[in-house]
């Protein structure tokens, strides 16, 4: 059974930092591992992503600020966000995609967190 666990949202000032885990489970294999965000009354947009070979892509939105990485031995993804504005409040979310034993392309969303940047 696959399972998606986030942890490491919470609330921060403006300028601060947090970093965001996500730990998938019930894989045989990953290729994509990404976050999304979701703000209230807004549609959910990419944040960032990353493939098993490391080769990743951002919204331009958050270029220079935000890092996303991945621990393959430990199916992990991480997002470190620095320099946070109160634009980036919203609920994050990651979803990762690969093989199961059911399905060579099967997909799944985390939970979310909620990542609150206020002072």
């Known amino acids: 059974q696959v399972q998606l666990v986030e942890s490491g949202g919470g609330l921060v000032q403006p300028g601060g930092s947090l970093r965001l885990s996500c730990a998938a489970s019930g894989f045989l294999t990953i290729r994509i591992m990404d976050w999304y965000r979701q703000a209230p009354g807004k549609q959910r947009e990419l944040v960032a992503h990353?493939?098993?070979?490391?080769?990743?892509v951002y919204a331009d939105f958050v270029k220079g600020r935000f890092t996303i990485s991945r621990d393959n031995a430990k199916n992990t993804v991480y997002l470190q966000m620095n320099s946070l504005k109160p634009d980036d409040t919203a609920v994050y979310y990651c979803y990762v995609r690969g093989r199961t034993t059911t399905s060579d392309n099967f997909g799944s969303w985390g939970q979310g967190t909620q990542v609150t940047v206020s002072s």
């Open positions: 990353i493939l098993t070979d490391g080769s990743t």
